[in-house]
Every structure is written in structure tokens, then in C-alpha cells.
């Protein structure tokens, strides 16, 4: 190889470490947090970056809350017609879009957390 090869491959090379080296490092939280709301309180708040299953209970009832992968959806509710666990899932990019369970008086919704 010539110079200016060996120059052009020493200079992406260093570009593909420090590209490395920045994602390794880089703060892993999402500046979300998913709220889940009981009536009109806050009962619960968590990270959707963060794998778990969540358990609320509502007014006829509970809810499971499943976050896998930055996406969360509902399992295991009680209420007569299930149309939060047929909503499917949600995900960061879902802003605006709630989860709603009326019997259980229940709303699960993205936030954005201040910096």
C-alpha cells in the first residue's frame, strides 16, 4: 500500500474506535420514564430501558405490566374486556398513545424526564 492509503485506513480506523469507545460509554438511560396512573394519582413510574414485570392493582382488579427491550405491554389483567392487553405493544416512539384500562381506572403513558 501507498502512504496515503496507509494514512486514509489509520485515520477510519481510529474513527471506528472512538465511535466505539463513545457508544460503550454513552448514558444508557432513554430520557423516558413510563407513569402508571391509578384515578388520578401516580402510582408507579419506571424505566422502559430496564427489563421487568410490573403489578398494579385498579378497581376491578390487577394488571401486569411486561417491559422487554424498550417496549412494554399489558399481561395478565382483570377487567371484563381486555383491551389494554390487545392494545400490543408500546415503545418510546409510541409518544402519545396511552395504555388504557377503564374498568381498572388505569392509564399507562410515556414521560419525558427533565435533563
Known sequence: MKRKEWI????????????????KFRD???GYVVAIQHRNTIVMEFDPMVDAVYTVDGDTGGLQVEVKDGRWH????????????????????DIG???????????????????
Request: glycine fraction near 4%.
Open 8 to 23: 486514509i485506513t489509520a485515520v477510519v480506523a481510529a474513527i471506528a474506535v472512538i465511535a466505539l469507545l463513545v457508544l
Open 28 to 30: 444508557t438511560s432513554s
Open 74 to 93: 399489558v399481561i395478565n389483567e382483570q377487567c371484563p374486556n381486555h383491551v389494554c392487553a390487545n392494545m400490543g405493544w408500546m415503545g418510546v416512539n
Open 97 to 115: 398513545i396511552p395504555i388504557t384500562c377503564l374498568p381498572n381506572n388505569i392509564i399507562i403513558f410515556l414521560e419525558e424526564t427533565p435533563k
